[in-house]
């Protein structure tokens, strides 16, 4: 079947090298097998050699699936890259603002002056969670694609 060895080599020319061979092998192999299946069913060699060349699509279909996995692997690792975020800018907040709280009281207790510097370290954790939650919508309009 060398049509569809040179189909498998043209469709996968500009792949790296590393591993090209084995995949332009078993890409190969699995069309042949198809190719078979739809001859024993009935098909001419030339039909059946045109549906399976038709319904493989192209190089870019076959890594579609591929591209998928690594595009939600890769949200996932930055979703927990973003909660990690949100606990260390938690307890960097909490521990400023513990800071100011009791500089606040031992040194001028009759002006509560630390409300004003709390309120902005507060928004660290806010703008982290506001992060987060937007990735989290992205992934799940993703998902419902």
């Given at each position: ?65 591929s ?7 890769k949200?996932?690792k ?29 040194f ?6 630390f ?31």
């Amino acid at each position: 079947m060398k049509k569809i060895e040179n189909f498998v080599k043209h469709t996968f020319k500009d792949i790296p090298k590393e591993g090209k061979a084995e995949l332009i092998k078993s890409v190969t192999q699995s069309l042949l097998e198809k190719i078979d299946d739809l001859v024993e069913d009935g098909m001419t060699l030339q039909a059946a050699i045109d549906k399976t060349v038709v319904e493989f699509g192209t190089v870019e279909d076959f890594f579609d699936v591929s591209k998928k996995a690594d595009r939600k692997a890769k949200r996932q690792k930055t979703i927990n890259h973003y909660k990690n975020d949100l606990l260390f800018s938690g307890v960097g907040s909490v521990t400023v603002v513990s800071i100011l709280v009791y500089i606040n009281l031992y040194f001028s207790p009759q002006i509560l002056w630390f409300v004003i510097p709390a309120v902005a370290v507060l928004w660290w954790p806010l703008a982290i969670l506001y992060n987060l939650l937007n990735k989290r919508e992205n992934r799940k309009e993703d998902d419902n694609e």
